[in-house]
């Protein structure tokens, strides 16, 4: 397990995942000199609860976006590569078909909501089927994830819908990669 992931407790992974996913919905770039070199520079919508967060732990906002950001990019993929090891590529692309015309909402990145929509989406238009995943073996490999794992496989699951890249022939690399 990464180190990173070990340190941190449930709630503070659980917050930096959630943080990650809106300042990835809501990303515009521009450009900003730092150290002599040239690096995107993003500007995102927080809710007042993470700009508090923000404020008390570093000395500026734009500090804690230039640690964070980095740092919750990187920490996400490398637990996403776990989590998905989990699945089967049938698995992952049912999950990825469950959250199509998805938007989060912190409140509901949860396990029970990830199970709810998944297991609804196999039961009421059998997706499942359609990529030859098993519903019983899916539904117990979510089961075993906690609410941090949930929400990283939601947020990755969402990422592919909003991508520029989103289709048929590209969930399958999405999926493998």
């Known amino acids: 397990m990464d180190f990173a992931y070990?340190?941190?407790s449930q709630k503070s992974l659980d917050f930096f995942l959630k943080l990650i996913f809106f300042y990835a919905m809501h990303v515009a770039y521009h450009a900003y000199s730092m150290k002599g070199k040239d690096m995107p520079q993003v500007a995102a919508r927080?809710?007042?609860?993470?700009?508090?967060?923000?404020?008390?732990?570093?000395?500026?906002?734009?500090?804690g976006a230039e640690f964070i950001l980095p740092w919750a990019v990187d920490t996400f993929f490398r637990a996403i590569g776990?989590?998905?090891?989990?699945?089967?590529?049938?698995?992952?692309?049912?999950?990825?078909?469950?959250?199509?015309?998805t938007k989060l909402m912190p409140d509901h990145t949860r396990l029970t909501y990830l199970i709810v929509r998944?297991?609804?989406?196999?039961?009421?238009?059998?997706?499942?089927?359609?990529?030859g995943a098993s519903r019983t073996s899916?539904?117990?490999?979510?089961?075993?994830?906690?609410d941090t794992q949930a929400t990283a496989l939601m947020i990755w699951a969402v990422a592919f819908w909003v991508s520029k890249n989103c289709s048929s022939e590209s969930l399958d690399e999405y999926v493998r990669s």
């Open 6 to 8: 070990e340190i941190l």
């Open 82 to 101: 776990g989590i998905r090891a989990i699945f089967t590529e049938e698995e992952l692309k049912t999950i990825v078909e469950a959250h199509k015309d």
């Open 138 to 146: 899916l539904e117990t490999k979510l089961k075993q994830l906690d």
């Open 46 to 63: 927080i809710s007042d609860n993470q700009e508090r967060w923000l404020k008390d732990y570093f000395r500026t906002k734009s500090a």
């Open 118 to 131: 998944v297991m609804d989406i196999c039961d009421i238009n059998g997706v499942h089927k359609k990529y």
